[in-house]
């Protein structure tokens, strides 16, 4: 066995083979160190050495659950390299599951977090995530689906679902999409959307990427799928529609009025970020009379100084609010703070004293900013980062019309949408019709 | 294929980048006109024009704004702003002018050609407000008041129900003016606008009547109040009488006016008015005292002053209260209506019937 092992793994030197003998039987042995663990002392080497009987040793292969009959050949190198360790007894192959599992902590959730409901985030090993997901959510009919994907990386995923609500259309079309995945590296949740996601150069998320175990336990409960990806703080959860994206998990938490006034509050903010610098250009520049008199005189006023037609305007402090929001994400968080007083400091008096810009228009840019970062879900808001300047390109040359005009143009193609087949935008989805969908399934 | 496609939409993207809004114009490089005055000329069938621009500043202080007063004479409105538009600097833009004044030559002559001209404007905005200013326009408008905060603004707070809402003042929007001056048997009216002694602040506290062409009637304030109240359903006004060597101020807080007009040869007008208020001044021990005997006093001096006014109003051949429009359009009227009603309006006989409800008699401690 370790001849062919070692032809297999020719420049591999951190894999261990050996010939053990104890006087009565030798075995053939071969392992990773660096992926097994120590139990391999307690299940191999222990009984073998000085334990040893050759019938509690036979009744040891036999009886304990972590040996398994390894004797096709082609599997070994795979075995292997999952961290199990193969054993050549009595001329007989065998695998023993030593897989190293690095005890990890369960962290709080860092980029959704909530105030009130749990603080638990899923973690970047499969086995926890599960656990905490069975914590939630645990039912017989929870279905766990485990797949492998990466030709390099192996990366295991589980396809979660709770197969009486689930929908088999959904699911069928799910799993053609996961036989089409062609990755060598799989490490994180966002390569795995964008081979999901059929047209990948979507401008809006179809798929939702959470951290929270509440959220997709409580997405589960709806017949929803979620993908849980070994390696990946962050599980799938699809289909899904747009109001999903700007839920907050804090929504079912809070008492009933305040959540509704929030997610409100939410709506307006995105409306706002989205169109605010795209109508400053078209009010300012082609139908002032659509303010009050007091403000067109006062921004006329304060424009007075300001050398550059309005969309160059909007784009230096627009430049000046991404290039700060990038830097305060990539920077280490001791160095972070100095970038966003420097930021803050020209963004908020140096601009608009030094006559670049005018006063009206740093109040436009912290409400785009601010409201950017409501948005509970990190893609989606993303998304409508970058819708902006899609209507400010338009409201250049269209002014207030063209807003208009684009803000229908993005209903319709939020319409157009879909997330598995199912509508992304669609308003409400009747419980009637989830059930009929699963009887016909 | 892929090609084509990318040249399609190259295309389409040539085409949307030739056609454009309607003209790029930033906020600085704009005059914002506040309000706009339109007098006859010196020269017969000529016009002046004046405008009053704002001259923006960063911060804003009372008393501290700069406008700007440009006029000109031209034989046409539309002549007369293009050749204003040569001796500003600046773009001129009428979308914040909400105040437009004629003068009150030109409404003595018809005003006609300035409302055509106002009314085919994209950029008038149709709730700009109308007035007749006295002796013009250009005096009017010339006046700069100490209190404005911004170019313009004492204007507008006179006008609108954002500043002072005095019953005196009368607000009349360019819609409504042009609809009045179309529709059968309803006429028009402006408030006058003079400016005051002291030549601080404007005055408006008259009225003044046009039939379907030019002036024909100015009330002075006292009747202007009335009109305001009982036309315009004015309910922040007062009525004040004499009432045992002291004055009586009865303050209303509601009213309710229904007319109703018999098909008689010579028809009889009814006015019903309902009004509801508080003693804002009464003789002094008052207390609750004799509550109905001042009330049917209160009823019979309106009354009187109503059908004063609206004889007088019916003498001047003008029907700013639509009452031909509601005879017509409580009697199907047709053509042959509307001659007979034109025929009779001199001699149609005015009933007033008012109830004065007096709800308290005011907080006196």
Not at chain 1, 17 to 36: H, K, R
Not at chain 1, 38 to 57: A, C, H, M, N, T
Not at chain 1, 405 to 422: K, M, P, Q, T
Not at chain 2, 323 to 334: D, E, M, P
Request: aromatic content about 12%.
């Amino acid at each position: 066995m370790i001849e062919e092992i070692r032809s297999d793994f020719i420049d591999a030197t951190d894999l261990f083979t050996d010939i053990l003998d104890n006087g009565f039987w030798a075995i053939e042995i071969a392992y990773f160190p660096s992926l097994c663990d120590e139990r391999i002392k307690d299940g191999v080497l222990v009984p073998f050495s000085y334990r040893f009987d050759p019938d509690e040793f036979r009744r040891m292969l036999h009886s304990n659950p972590k040996y398994e009959n390894a004797d096709n050949p082609k599997e070994w190198a795979n075995l292997l390299l999952k961290g199990y360790v193969l054993l050549k007894i009595e001329g007989k192959h065998y695998s023993f599951k030593s897989d190293r599992t690095p005890v990890t902590q369960i962290d709080i959730a860092q980029v959704e977090s909530t105030l009130q409901g749990p603080q638990a985030a899923f973690t970047e090993d499969l086995n926890i995530n599960m656990f905490l997901l069975r914590l939630r959510y645990n039912v017989p009919s929870l279905t766990v689906e485990p797949f492998d994907k990466g030709t390099l990386s192996r990366t295991a995923l589980f396809v979660v679902y709770d197969h009486r609500l689930v929908n088999p259309n959904i699911l069928k079309s799910l799993h053609k999409q996961l036989d089409k995945v062609k990755l060598d590296l799989l490490q994180s949740s966002g390569q795995m959307i964008k081979q999901l996601t059929e047209k990948s150069r979507r401008l809006f998320p179809t798929i939702l990427e959470t951290e929270r175990p509440d959220r997709v336990a409580s997405m589960l409960s709806k017949g929803k799928i979620a993908i849980l990806i070994n390696g990946s703080r962050f599980a799938l959860l699809l289909p899904v529609r747009l109001f999903d994206f700007m839920h907050a998990m804090d929504d079912e938490y809070e008492s009933f009025w305040m959540s509704r006034l929030l997610s409100i509050v939410r709506y307006f903010a995105v409306v706002l970020t989205i169109t605010l610098p795209a109508l400053y250009i078209a009010i300012v520049s082609y139908n002032p009379e659509i303010f009050r008199v007091q403000i067109a005189f006062t921004i006329d006023g304060s424009r007075a100084g300001v050398p550059y037609p309005s969309f160059i305007e909007v784009f230096i402090m627009l430049f000046m609010i991404e290039a700060l929001i990038e830097a305060s994400i990539r920077l280490p968080r001791i160095v972070g703070s100095t970038a966003t007083t420097v930021g803050g400091l020209i963004l908020g008096q140096a601009a608009q004293q030094a006559g670049l810009v005018s006063t009206i228009m740093i109040i436009v840019t912290s409400v785009v900013a601010i409201s950017n970062f409501v948005i509970p879900n990190v893609s989606f808001s993303q998304s409508v980062r970058l819708m902006k300047y899609l209507f400010i390109v338009i409201a250049m040359i269209y002014g207030v019309s063209g807003v208009a005009v684009l803000f229908f143009a993005l209903i319709v193609y939020l319409c157009n949408l879909r997330s598995f087949g199912e509508p992304y935008f669609a308003l409400f989805t009747s419980r009637s019709k989830e059930k009929s969908n699963k009887e016909k399934g | 294929m892929r090609r084509a496609r990318i040249f399609f939409s190259g295309f389409a993207l040539l085409l949307i980048f030739s056609i454009s809004g309607c003209g790029f114009k930033d906020i600085d490089k704009r005059f914002f006109v506040v309000a706009m005055g339109i007098d006859r000329g010196s020269a017969p069938s000529s016009y002046r024009v004046t405008v009053r621009l704002a001259i923006p500043t960063g911060n804003m202080e009372s008393g501290e704004t700069k406008t700007e007063v440009e006029t000109m004479e031209a034989p046409s409105i539309a002549e007369a702003v293009r050749q204003l538009k040569s001796i500003v600097d600046k773009e001129l833009d009428f979308g914040h002018c909400r105040v437009i004044l004629f003068g009150r030559t030109l409404m003595e002559d018809g005003v006609d050609d300035p409302i055509n001209w106002l009314s085919r404007r994209r950029d008038i905005q149709q709730v700009a407000f109308l007035g007749m200013a006295e002796p013009d326009a250009f005096h009017v408008l010339k006046l700069h008041p100490q209190s404005e905060r911004y170019p313009g603004n004492a204007l507008f707070l006179s006008f609108g129900s954002e500043g002072t809402e005095s019953s005196y003042t009368l607000t009349e929007y360019l819609f409504d003016w042009v609809r009045r001056q179309s529709e059968t048997g309803k006429d028009g009216f402006l408030p006058i606008i003079r400016t005051d002694k002291d030549r601080n602040s404007y005055r408006v506290d008259r009225v003044a009547f046009t039939d379907k062409e030019k002036l024909r009637l100015c009330l002075d304030p006292e009747e202007s109040q009335l009109f305001n109240i009982s036309a315009r359903r004015y309910d922040k006004a007062a009525i004040a009488m004499p009432y045992q060597g002291t004055r009586i101020v009865f303050a209303l807080s509601q009213v309710i006016t229904r007319v109703s007009i018999t098909r008689d040869d010579v028809p009889t007008v009814t006015f019903h008015i309902r009004a509801s208020g508080f003693l804002e001044e009464s003789p002094p021990n008052f207390m609750e005292g004799d509550i109905p005997k001042i009330e049917s006093r209160l009823q019979a001096e309106v009354n009187n002053r109503l059908v004063d006014l609206l004889n007088k109003i019916r003498g001047a051949e003008v029907d700013p209260y639509g009452f031909g429009l509601h005879y017509l359009a409580t009697y199907f009227g047709n053509t042959k209506d509307w001659e007979h009603w034109k025929k009779v309006y001199p001699e149609v006989v005015f009933r007033v019937q008012s109830r004065i409800v007096i709800e308290k008699v005011g907080l006196v401690e």
